[in-house]
């Protein structure tokens, strides 16, 4: 059972440019997470997406941050026109779904790096 | 005050030794907690859960205390490879519930 994909592990862009970031969750989860890391800093929930559903993006920037969770594929999240201040590490967690401590249990991929220059 | 409060740390500690984090949180609603483990530039590791009786494994002890609203982990007989960053994760019951994290625990066992 694979874990949880992340891709790129490494993402370099100019500023101005868009950042998609991938992320496919464990077989057989259907809630997706997307936090942020910063250098020395801890994990900042962004979003909480279910298959074709945002359940909460309390934590996403109001602008030129989204991110999308289809009924086929991976999740992605997407930040447009990027600035230095979005270099960071993103990480996504999935998990089985709600009720209980094993459907709530997250399961971390291994980041996407972004790098903007 | 925030809503999930640990101490960064370091804690610096010989093999052996026995070291104890805790974790506090704000919101007595919460539900469900966990421990996760965070190596330097890798993703967060689900260490244990943390059950209301207070659970065990090897050697690693977690506890729970709903009246002081905290939770401890306990690490007994130190390894090197046990240093890393530890990170509290408290989730509310309910509608959109959302993990919130703690931003973790720095250990150093050194020989």
């Known amino acids: 059972n694979a874990g949880v994909m992340q891709n790129p592990r490494h993402l370099v862009r100019r500023r101005g440019q868009e950042a998609r970031l991938r992320c496919s969750p464990m077989?057989?989860?259907?809630?997706v997470y997307w936090y942020r890391q910063l250098p020395e800093e801890g994990l900042k929930f962004m979003v909480y997406l279910q298959k074709e559903n945002i359940i909460d993006e309390s934590g996403m920037p109001k602008e030129r941050f989204s991110a999308e969770f289809p009924k086929e594929g991976p999740s992605i999240l997407r930040i447009q026109q990027v600035v230095r201040g979005d270099s960071a590490a993103y990480f996504c967690?999935?998990?089985?779904?709600?009720?209980?401590?094993?459907?709530?249990?997250?399961?971390f991929g291994p980041g996407t790096r972004l790098l903007v220059l | 005050r925030k809503e999930v409060e640990q101490d960064p740390g370091p804690f610096n500690v010989p093999e052996g030794a026995t070291v104890a984090f805790n974790c506090t949180y704000s919101n007595s609603a919460s539900q469900s907690f966990f421990w996760y483990r965070q190596d330097c530039r890798k993703e967060p590791k689900l260490l244990m859960s943390?059950?209301?009786s207070g659970n065990e494994d090897g050697r690693f002890t977690a506890q729970l205390n709903r009246a002081s609203q905290y939770i401890s982990l306990l690490i007994r007989d130190s390894k090197l490879s046990d240093s890393a960053t530890y990170l509290c994760?408290?989730?509310?019951?309910?509608?959109?519930?959302?993990?919130?994290f703690g931003r973790g625990t720095s250990l150093i066992v050194h020989p």
């Open positions: 077989k057989g989860h259907s809630h």
């Open positions: 994760v408290v989730n509310m019951a309910g509608g959109s519930y959302i993990p919130t």
């Open positions: 967690a999935s998990s089985p779904g709600l009720g209980g401590r094993e459907q709530e249990t997250q399961y």
């Open positions: 943390v059950y209301s």
